[in-house]
């Protein structure tokens, strides 16, 4: 099996490297998956995130460099990411160090124990946080879920894993961060499909230090909410119709996996 990491960047020199470092510490370590891609998709970076990815990066296995000219957001450096993948798992990791490499045994876990297709990192599952940042997240899951159908604690998380086959045949057509919420509209349109959550860690950073989300983009995320949840038809979700997807989930249920290499949290201990 292979496993798929996408790590969309924007400005990111400050934190690039580290995470890059405990992404691939930590995969090393899971040893149910042969093989292993890092896909990194610059979005139109300023500083010198380009230098440090061409200089360290570039053309390095298990890296895959994707660079942008222009900041074309969030939503679109993940499809170039998904687009390239090959994985037969695929996980979004924001180059932040918001979220820890270190939660991907909890996150991969109920790929194998429970069949999962979807399994979301949250970070309000077994914590209570009251910070406005916090609040907002909420706020916008409840709503998400009134529309879609689903009983999810955290709909914006960034810590998102898929089978590779699901996630590779999702229209994507955000720019920004409103490819959250467009995403879980999307997969809600898929009948009998569960979104798996497991808690993660999570350290958020400030503006000053870098934090791009802003309340403005809540605002857009309400929109996004209630167009693809109302709105987006099934053929501007999937590029296949829904029986072809559910023919891909009955071949992916025929892959077997002996008990003791499912993930765990020995086997990936954090990285430096």
């Known amino acids: 099996m292979k496993l798929s990491i996408i790590v969309p960047v924007f400005n990111e020199e400050a934190t690039l ?3 890059l470092g405990r992404v691939e510490s930590i995969i090393s370590k899971i040893t149910v998956f042969k093989e292993f891609e890092i896909i990194v998709v610059d979005d139109g970076s300023s500083d010198n995130t380009k230098l440090i990815l061409h200089n360290n990066y570039e053309n390095k296995a298990p890296y895959l460099v994707k660079l942008s000219k222009t900041h074309i957001g969030k939503g679109q450096a993940l499809k170039k990411g998904i687009q390239a993948s090959t994985g037969d798992v695929v996980i979004f990791q924001d180059a932040d160090l918001e979220y820890s490499p270190a939660d991907y045994a909890k996150l991969l ?17 077994d914590r209570e946080t009251k910070d406005l940042h916090a609040l907002g997240n909420k706020i916008l899951t409840v709503f998400s879920n009134l529309l879609s159908g689903t009983k999810l604690t955290d709909m914006e998380t960034g810590l998102k894993s898929f089978r590779g086959p699901l996630i590779r045949e999702m229209i994507i057509q955000s720019s920004g961060f409103s490819v959250e919420p467009e995403i879980t509209a999307k997969l809600a349109k898929v009948t ?6 497991v808690p993660i860690s999570y350290s958020p950073r400030t503006h000053d230090e870098g934090k791009k989300i802003k309340w ?7 929109g996004a909410i209630l167009y693809y949840n109302i709105m987006a038809r099934w053929d501007t979700s999937f590029k296949i119709t829904l029986p072809e997807l559910k023919a891909k989930f009955k071949k992916d249920k025929k892959k077997k996996v002996p008990k003791k290499q499912k993930p765990s949290e020995e086997q990936t201990p954090e990285g430096s």
């Not at 876990?109 to 599952?125: H, I």
């Not at 403005?216 to 309400?222: K, R, V």
């Open 17 to 19: 490297e580290k995470c």
């Open 109 to 125: 876990t109920p790929f194998f124990k429970k069949k999962a297709k979807v399994v979301y990192g949250s970070r309000f599952l």
């Open 192 to 197: 009998g499909l569960k979104i798996h959550e």
């Open 216 to 222: 403005i983009d809540g605002a857009y995320a309400i």
